[in-house]
């Protein structure tokens, strides 16, 4: 057996895996657990490749996440066969994906990621259950006194009683079983005065989730799946507010709307090397091949790969016909038949630039997302039930429509830092692409801080942001910077015998937390670059 934690976390996401880190590095001791059997969250178990700001590169992320970044990198550089141009770059692609300037394999990341974690695990500062989800928890008197998690292999439930929680689930599940204040789905206008709010709260009205997969294309092959049992639905359904059938390569443009062709090249001739990923001059999205690539065979020796591998997220299987949270069985098994049906679609139906129909040389791998299907492990779920905080994040204080190009809310109890637009995905209430500017943001503590529960902690999608502002709060370097802060602000309350939310009120609490932040590598505030 192992000891009783200190902190027990909840869900092995990013943020959940930077929680731990952060508490492990203060020397408590931890428990992680998590639903599927790898760690790592939307960037592994969801295979979803890293969506970033432009200036990822040079500031805005922790320092442990620019560690995990240059990790998966040095892996490349020393077990794959790279041609010398690809290894001398610095700040070398591995998928030369648009997307992202860090593409990647799901395996890979995870690697890295259990690298990170490994010394604490030997040390026994940290215990990792993989396949085990909190079913029950109980509180009293303001304070979560335990919670429950069943092993999803053997059924058995074990029982913990930490003096601090820490909710990095998908969805916030632990919000729900410990009755935490939380909202869910899009809030009403005149709660926040959100410009893009509804005029009535829309509980069931979420973001569409996707079951994300890979492929690779092999020319004279034939790799065609079974025909899916949903597949007469889905070829058939046509959006009321998209521009053709779903299965088809024309989809609204996310920030214009406008009706816009995609194209579908697999293993293009373009050397990956010239290929540039910046969101901010181009969001990468009308070219699907590259758009989220992997694995991109020409920054490799000659023969070492026989085609790139390219990670099917698209407009084309985003899933929004039922609301992810609260049908979930239902909702999960219509997004994989939707994936599935996607798959077949390209390798039967779709249009080739040279007249012909169908890729059957499309190979789904389910190595590459260790699954037996090639489907990802877990949905990649944009949205989560998000903890009524003591600051909620809304759209005044992020969009540039607002605040203008150069304006930015400034918090005396920043924890970090993010950037990203405001991307709403199509939604579960009828709702087209809400993508909407943003600046440059701070996190503020308060939005980790419930009003009332005093020993739970967010660490990820499920902080104090709106239906509207979690459109640029949950990307994967934002989550993971929610996680660490959690995870170094449960051990600096145990440390230190106060609560969290004297650390975010009380102005000699916080200054002492931020410094241990800034100790760490935590960017509080966007550098203000100018001449002298």
Request: glycine fraction near 10%; proline fraction near 8%; hydrophobic fraction near 40%.
């Amino acid at each position: 057996m192992f000891p009783e934690p200190e902190i027990l976390i909840v869900g092995g996401g990013l943020g959940g895996v930077a929680a731990a880190l952060a508490a492990c590095r203060a020397g408590r001791r931890v428990v992680l657990t998590e639903e599927t059997d790898w760690i790592g969250g939307q960037l592994t178990a969801q295979a979803v490749p890293p969506d970033e700001h432009p200036w990822v590169e040079q500031f805005g992320t922790t320092a442990s996440y620019r560690a995990l970044r240059e990790g998966i990198r040095a892996y490349y550089r020393q077990w794959y066969p790279l041609r010398g141009e690809a290894l001398a770059l610095p700040e070398f692609n591995p998928g030369a994906g648009r997307v992202s300037k860090l593409c990647h394999e799901p395996r890979i990341a995870l690697a890295v990621l259990e690298g990170m974690l490994a010394p604490y695990r030997a040390s026994g500062l940290l215990t990792v259950l993989t396949e085990h989800r909190a079913v029950s928890a109980e509180s009293d008197n303001d304070v979560i006194t335990a919670v429950s998690v069943q092993d999803l292999r053997t059924g058995i439930v074990r029982g913990f009683t930490p003096p601090y929680v820490i909710d990095a689930t998908e969805t916030g599940e632990l919000l729900a079983l410990a009755d935490v204040e939380h909202a869910n789905g899009a809030e009403a206008q005149g709660e926040f005065g959100e410009p893009h709010a509804p005029a009535e709260a829309q509980p069931d009205n979420q973001q569409g989730i996707t079951v994300c997969f890979a492929l690779s294309h092999h020319e004279g092959e034939d790799h065609t799946i079974d025909r899916p049992e949903d597949y007469d639905f889905w070829r058939s359904y046509r959006p009321d507010f998209w521009p053709g059938p779903l299965l088809g390569f024309e989809a609204p443009d996310p920030r214009s709307l406008a009706p816009v062709p995609r194209t579908f090249v697999p293993n293009p001739a373009l050397d990956p090397l010239a290929v540039s990923a910046d969101q901010s001059a181009d969001a990468g999205d009308k070219e699907l091949w590259g758009f989220r690539r992997i694995l991109a065979r020409k920054l490799h020796q000659p023969g070492a790969f026989d085609s790139d591998i390219t990670l099917v997220n698209w407009p084309l299987n985003d899933y929004w016909l039922k609301p992810y949270i609260g049908q979930e069985a239902e909702a999960l098994r219509e997004a994989r038949q939707l994936s599935l049906s996607v798959l077949y679609w390209l390798q039967t139906g779709a249009p080739r630039a040279d007249g012909g129909t169908g890729f059957p040389g499309l190979r789904i791998r389910p190595d590459v997302t260790g699954t037996t299907d090639g489907l990802a492990k877990a949905p990649y779920v944009r949205e989560s039930r998000r903890i009524k905080a003591v600051t909620t994040v809304v759209e005044q204080d992020v969009a540039i429509d607002v605040v203008g190009p150069y304006g930015r809310t400034r918090y005396r109890d920043s924890v970090g830092v993010g950037n990203y637009r405001i991307d709403l995905h199509p939604s579960t209430g009828g709702d087209n692409y809400i993508d909407v500017g943003s600046v440059p943001f701070e996190i503020p503590l308060g939005a980790l801080v419930p009003r009332r529960v005093r020993n739970l902690l967010p660490a990820g999608k499920n902080i104090g942001t709106t239906h509207i502002t979690n459109g640029c709060y949950r990307l994967h370097p934002v989550e993971w910077n929610i996680g660490e802060v959690a995870g170094a602000l449960a051990a600096h309350c145990l440390a230190e015998d106060v609560t969290p939310h004297q650390v975010q009120a009380e102005d000699k609490w916080f200054d002492e937390f931020g410094r241990l932040l800034d100790r760490s590598g935590v960017q509080r505030h966007w550098p203000d670059v100018r001449g002298y």
